[in-house]
């Protein structure tokens, strides 16, 4: 194969071994003293695996529900208001429940107070761990922001001690973290926390990855989402000793689709590990919260369809229908519970009527580009000299050469210049299809505009200040194709950062995008600074512009204090161009 890149440039000389950190891990674990939660009490058992295992052989349907309001005594109201909404209602409860905690939870414990807090709650004293798996028999995955981050050993701790068994996220090992730019020791807290994990493998406990939220959500190819969770599995089960799991499907609007990727994950599974959690759909809803329910429904019914005849544990969580807007309250998480245990009574129904050949042809063909990556990624890495037995080694090399990178070089379609990433997917995945054809209409649009050449040439700093990528994709791809001259920031950029580069480069404007409820704070701390360096440069904002503040379970909307700071926010990005446009035409 031609490849560009030598990959082991991408590793620093003095990288140390990723064998190391794992086996200081297993030292750690031995101070550990597990609990058992209020859950695994419940159903007799020793951990959430276990139990998994046997509602699986039963055919018992699990759920799972997101939940992460503004702080964790909120988050505790919730679950005692959700736990009995349900049995006031008659409803089984859910089996499991996903802690959203903010991003602050992913850098160590002494740094947490100083950052800039998000959306969603802190774990702050050991009460607050305790309460995670002692407040009601729902169990607890320790998910966001627990691995993944600089602050994994002391989380992964924590969550053992207080009897939680399935502990995630490893894709969030590509995340960075506010103000965090030291790569090699939050590699380093990883493989530490997996090795303590892999010490408890024989007692149940489970290293989670939710896929999306790492590379494969912004992959193009459904097959390279295989290949990933390949990859995270051989690291994990093989060189870190830990059982792992593949949680996915947020990101998936396509019932039919969705089931062939369930089912091709479990045909990677080798050691039919229980999948934590299959993700709802959470692209498919928009504004209007009635029409959401239509997309709950059916695409609740294919992953309880897939769950269930294939006996694979899967726990399907329901996306509330406010998801497109903010995180919800416990009502509507309570409400879509509800629902969900209402569609399990159609499964026997309709399981018959589905032509489940098709999926499974689509499974097989998945399989065969997964294994493709697969192998190529870790051929290429051993051809150009680097140690696939080290798990440092192979996860740091794979970070640095980015999601882009990784599936242009390992994934399996034919070589077709008219994709994106060089390649004809074996299967396209939705997100990515429909942030292509929302661009499509928006240049037509905008092109029918009179005057749309007025941007040509404007130098216009993009960035995003957090994962979030797609928006920074439509608003540079737009506004390439357009002509202006995009500085393209990257995302999960601190204000500091974007003024550094405002300050080197001299936008005309900068342009953020930004969805993790920090819109007030961030935009305080970037105008601050920017006045700081007597810089005028004119900020535009979009995304989600809300923010948390004390008194409210949910974050608020804040737009009217963005326009007050002076910040601009033009709603589209047909707005936008039109509002640079402007712009561009005052200053000429
Ligand atoms: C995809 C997604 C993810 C993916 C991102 C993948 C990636 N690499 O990009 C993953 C799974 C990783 C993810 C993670 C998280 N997510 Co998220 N995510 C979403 C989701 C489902 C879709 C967002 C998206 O990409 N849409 C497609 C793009 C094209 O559209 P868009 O972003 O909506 O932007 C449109 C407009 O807003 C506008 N726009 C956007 N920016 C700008 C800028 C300007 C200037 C203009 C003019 C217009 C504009 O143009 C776009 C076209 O219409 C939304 C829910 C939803 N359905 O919208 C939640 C959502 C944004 N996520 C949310 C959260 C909380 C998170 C996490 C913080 C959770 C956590 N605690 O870990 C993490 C982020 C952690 C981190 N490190 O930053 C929340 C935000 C809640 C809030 N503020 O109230 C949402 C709303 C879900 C929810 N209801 O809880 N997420």
């Known amino acids: ?89 008659g409803v089984r409860p859910p089996d499991r429940f996903n802690l959203i905690a903010e991003r602050r939870m992913g850098l160590p414990k002494n740094m947490r107070a100083g950052a800039p807090a998000e959306t969603g709650p802190v774990l702050w004293t050991d009460q607050d761990w305790w309460e995670l798996t002692h407040t009601v028999p729902i169990q607890p995955e320790a998910a966001d922001n627990m691995i993944g981050g600089p602050g994994s050993v002391e989380n992964v701790l924590d969550a053992l001690r207080v009897g939680v068994t399935y502990i995630g996220v490893l894709s969030q090992y590509s995340w960075r973290w506010p103000y965090w730019d030291d790569e090699v020791s939050q590699l380093q807290s990883v493989l530490t926390a997996g090795g303590v994990l892999s010490a408890f493998r024989n007692e149940g406990v489970v290293f989670d990855s939710y ?85 709950l429904v059916n695409d609740l019914l294919f992953m309880k369809l897939t769950d269930m005849r294939y006996r694979l544990g899967g726990a399907p969580l329901a996306v509330p229908v406010t998801e497109a807007e903010r995180i919800p309250s416990w009502s509507e998480i309570a409400t879509v519970q509800t629902i969900s245990r209402k569609v399990d009574e159609y499964v026997p129904m309709v399981t ?72 004809r997917p074996i299967l396209e995945t939705d997100l990515v299809r429909e942030t292509n054809a929302k661009r499509d209409i928006l240049l037509d649009t905008i092109k029918s505009h009179s005057g749309e050449d007025r941007v040509r040439g404007m130098k216009v700093l993009v960035a995003s200040t957090d994962v979030h990528e797609f928006a920074k994709f439509l608003l540079t791809s737009t506004l390439e194709a357009l002509q202006a001259n995009v500085i393209d920031c990257g995302i999960n950029r601190d204000p500091e950062d974007i003024v550094k580069v405002v300050a080197e480069t001299a936008p005309d404007a900068v342009v953020l995008t930004t969805h993790n409820g920090v819109a007030r704070s961030f935009a305080t701390r970037l105008l601050d600074e920017l006045r700081h360096q007597r810089l005028e440069t004119p900020v535009f904002m979009g995304g989600v512009l809300n923010e948390d503040v004390e008194g409210s379970e949910v974050p608020v909307d804040v737009q009217a204090d963005l326009i007050r700071l002076g910040v601009y926010i033009p709603g589209t990005v047909d707005e936008l161009v039109a509002a640079l446009r402007q712009l561009h035409t005052a200053e000429r």
């Not at 928009?286 to 239509?294: L, M, T, V």
């Not at 999601?403 to 994709?419: I, M, T, V």
């Open 352 to 423: 018959g009527a589905i032509d489940w050949q098709h999926i499974e042809g689509l499974r097989d063909r998945l399989v065969v580009g997964g294994r493709h990556f697969f192998d190529t990624a870790l051929s290429t890495m051993t051809l150009m000299g680097i140690d696939v037995r080290d798990p440092a080694r192979v996860l740091l090399v794979l970070k640095r050469l980015g999601a882009a990178k990784c599936e242009e070089l390992f994934a399996p379609g034919e070589r077709d210049a008219s994709f994106l990433r060089g390649k």
């Open 1 to 89: 194969m031609d490849i560009e890149i030598d990959l082991g440039q991408l590793i620093p000389a003095d990288l140390p071994d990723g064998r190391e950190a794992v086996r200081a891990g297993r030292e750690l674990a031995k101070s550990v003293e597990r609990s058992r939660s209020m859950y695994c009490e419940e159903k007799g058992v020793g951990s959430e695996r276990e139990w998994r295992e046997k509602a699986r052989e039963s055919g018992i349907s699990c759920t799972t529900m997101n939940i992460g309001l503004n702080t964790w005594a909120d988050t505790r109201t919730a679950l005692e208001n959700i736990y009995e909404s349900c049995m006031s209602r």
């Open 211 to 295: 896929l999306e939220d790492g590379y494969p959500g912004v992959f193009h190819d459904y097959a390279s989402y295989i290949g990933w969770a390949m990859l995270e599995r051989y690291v994990s089960e093989e060189l870190i000793g830990a059982a792992y799991s593949s949680s996915w499907g947020g990101l998936t609007k396509n019932p039919v689709i969705k089931s062939a990727v369930t089912l091709a994950l479990d045909a990677v599974n080798p050691g039919r590990v229980p999948t934590a959690f299959l993700q709802g759909d959470t692209i498919g809803n928009g504004a209007d919260f009635d029409a959401n329910f239509g997309v």
